[in-house]
């Protein structure tokens, strides 16, 4: 499979503790986006990545969120002391960069706080 | 076929009759537009793009239809199937400044056969 995998798929954990998501992209894609989905509303953006830079972080990403992507290759979106407002799906997604620059989605992590 | 001139939350056609779902966008200075297909529990799936400088583009069973004047997406699925049920979502994004997408609201599309 050539396209975006995000691991764990699905991750519960208690309100208060450290999560972290992992984010393969596309190979050869040189951007990479994180975006946050609550049910039933659209994608929201988070940040985005070209090669190791990160170039542009949403409001939304709060002082507990970090994201990395130290080789330009896989990215990693860590949320610190997780409140139950953090619940929703956090999806990646890659782009080539080019001039169409589309952007494909992941599957996405579906996060679950307790 | 179905057709709606304003955007609905949710539309339901015969397999075989024709979908059209519409979306408003919200900044005139966007240039590219994606409208995904996204079903439960997995990730949005890219089904067609459009560029600002055309007005309409063809895909497999799917055409995209712009219209800037009234900030206006329109995206048609020929013969619906029950495979196309699923949330569609239109997205913009001015391809020179940022590279967030900034999604619309979306349609649920059920498919009876």
């Known amino acids: 499979d050539t396209g975006v995998s995000q691991n764990p798929r699905h991750k519960i954990t208690k309100r208060g503790q450290n999560v972290t998501f992992r984010c393969d992209p596309i190979?050869?894609?040189?951007?990479l986006y994180w975006y946050r989905q609550t049910l039933g509303q659209g994608p929201e953006f988070l940040t985005y990545f070209q090669n190791e830079a990160q170039l542009e972080k949403s409001r939304l990403l709060s002082d507990r969120f970090s994201a990395e992507r130290p080789k330009g290759s896989f990215s990693t979106l860590e949320i610190q002391r997780t409140e139950q407002g953090d619940s929703a799906m956090y999806l990646c997604a890659s782009s080539s960069g080019t001039a169409t620059d589309t952007q494909y989605f992941g599957p996405g992590t579906r996060l679950t706080v307790l | 076929g179905e057709s709606v001139g304003l955007h609905l939350p949710t539309l339901s056609v015969q397999e075989g009759d024709n979908s059209i779902i519409n979306c408003a966008y919200s900044?005139?200075?966007?240039?590219?537009f994606i409208w995904y297909k996204q079903e439960s529990g997995k990730g949005p799936q890219f089904i067609i793009d459009?560029?600002?400088?055309?007005d309409k583009r063809q895909g497999q069973r799917v055409t995209v239809l712009l219209n800037k004047t009234v900030k206006h997406l329109s995206l048609q699925i020929a013969a619906t199937q029950p495979g196309d049920s699923a949330v569609y979502f239109c997205?913009?994004?001015?391809?020179?400044?940022?590279?967030?997408?900034?999604f619309g609201k979306g349609t649920t599309l059920s498919v009876s056969s």
């Open positions: 459009i560029r600002s400088n055309m």
């Open positions: 997205a913009e994004n001015i391809s020179q400044a940022g590279t967030a997408l900034i």
């Open positions: 190979s050869e894609h040189n951007r």
């Open positions: 900044n005139s200075a966007s240039d590219y």
